[in-house]
């Protein structure tokens, strides 16, 4: 099982080098950035569900999951809202930090190369982005205290807009009643989907190399060590134990559940700070620590659960 995350760190290191040497040229990784999430990823997520409904089962292993997910990010909000007296906008990026996986660039691979599907990963992006996403950037247009620019028309319709979302939802439904795409169709569908993983892979690596702006200095590193024990160490471990002890479940749900926990930090928390003016530096090192370290934590669990 340990062996399925050799070609994972390998793809993500050869996309690391390509940005390091410039291989790729300028814009590289908003190029395939895009072409994952807009083509090859909702691809890989429809193939894969139409194929694998999703069962029961792994909606328990779920709601352990999204247990843990609101615990550790309830402590990053209350952190930095009563300790380190951050503005409320600031706050909601704490909580992201500390609980929103990175279910699409490295979940969906994860889940493909481990687990052998990607349905329970899938069924966390539903929630992340149906669920939590828009509940997180309404806070944070109210943190932001603007009332002439509040978007909550195109805050309604975030899902509408998530082409990942859409392969999900399409998966979910075709898989439930046991409809399969026309041949020709799925051929086609399967052939990009086969794209996604080493994409998206490639892609995380170009992301972890550093811009070269003004704002690479390191900005507390306190709270981002905070923020990355949080999500890497206590998340796995309370979703292991509402898994285990508060669902009464084992097995393969359990490991799935626990791994999609120890995923890192995604990148979309540091593109909604920047988008709604917060600093983001906090988020952009929370990312790129969270991922280092879940080489190390998604191992581990692997080794333990696998």
């Known amino acids: 099982m340990l062996a399925a995350f050799v070609p994972i760190w390998a793809l993500t290191l050869v996309g690391f080098v390509a940005g390091r040497t410039g291989v790729l040229g300028f814009g590289a990784v908003d190029v395939l950035g895009r072409f994952v999430f807009y083509v090859a990823m909702p691809a890989a997520l429809l193939d894969t569900l139409t194929r694998q409904p999703i069962t029961g089962l792994a909606g328990r292993g779920v709601a352990a999951f999204v247990g843990g997910t609101l615990a550790v990010a309830a402590v990053g909000f209350g952190v930095a809202r009563w300790v380190t007296r951050r503005a409320l906008g600031e706050q909601v990026i704490a909580a992201m930090a500390a609980g929103y996986v990175n279910a699409g660039n490295l979940g969906i691979p994860v889940a493909v190369q481990v687990l052998g599907d990607a349905s329970f990963i899938a069924v966390v992006l539903l929630i992340q982005t149906t669920v939590l996403t828009p509940v997180i950037l309404g806070t944070l247009d109210v943190a932001r205290d603007d009332r002439t620019t509040r978007r909550w028309r195109r805050l309604a319709t975030v899902p509408l807009r998530s082409p990942v979302m859409l392969a999900c939802v399409a998966g979910v439904v075709l898989g439930a009643a046991g409809v399969e795409l026309p041949r020709l169709l799925a051929g086609v569908v ?79 928390t540091f593109v909604f700070a920047r988008a709604y003016g917060v600093d983001g530096r906090f988020p952009r090192d929370a990312v790129v620590a969270s991922t280092a370290v879940s080489m190390v934590t998604l191992t581990v669990a692997t080794a333990l659960l696998g």
């Open 190 to 268: 399967a052939l990009l989907g086969d794209a996604a993983v080493p994409s998206a892979l490639v892609a995380l690596g170009l992301s972890l190399v550093p811009a070269g702006d003004a704002d690479q200095v390191p900005a507390r590193p306190a709270e981002v060590a905070l923020s990355v024990l949080l999500k890497s160490c206590v998340q796995p471990v309370v979703c292991f134990l509402l898994a285990r002890f508060g669902f009464g479940l084992d097995g393969d749900v359990v490991f799935a559940a626990v791994l999609c926990s120890a995923l890192p930090t995604a990148q979309n």
